[in-house]
Nanobody
Framework: QVQLKESGGGLVQPGGSLRLSCAASGSIFMIYTMGWYRQALGKQRELVAT???????NYADSVKGRFTISRDNAKNTVYLQMNSLKPEDTAVYYCNADIRSNFRANYWGQGTQVTVSS
């Protein structure tokens, strides 16, 4: 059974920084893609940043230059460094991964709340 566990959310003032972590656990043979989505209240879930294959990355235009995705392959973990946070970054942030264990499937974490407010 594969699980994704996020951590690192919280309350931060505008202009501040947070670092999110997502660790994949279980019987993992291969991770194809892994990254972050977010869903603000009343809005659809949207891509934030993801590794799309190999070392290629994809970022939402709204976070380019402020957020950085990175990973530790040995730990099956991805990180999202969020700088210069804005109130509009407030959302539940979800980790998503496409993983092969006994079979290939797409997985979601439970989400972590990020609130940017003064």
């Amino acid at each position: 059974q594969v699980q994704l566990k996020e951590s690192g959310g919280g309350l931060v003032q505008p202009g501040g920084s947070l670092r999110l972590s997502c660790a994949a656990s279980g019987s993992i043979f291969m991770i194809y893609t892994m990254g972050w989505y977010r869903q603000a209240l009343g809005k659809q879930r949207e891509l934030v940043a993801t590794f799309t294959g190999g070392s290629s990355t994809n970022y939402a235009d709204s976070v380019k230059g402020r957020f950085t995705i990175s990973r530790d392959n040995a730990k099956n973990t991805v990180y999202l460094q969020m700088n210069s946070l804005k109130p509009e970054d407030t959302a539940v942030y979800y980790c998503n991964a496409d993983i092969r264990s006994n079979f290939r499937a797409n997985y979601w974490g439970q989400g972590t709340q990020v609130t940017v407010s003064s």
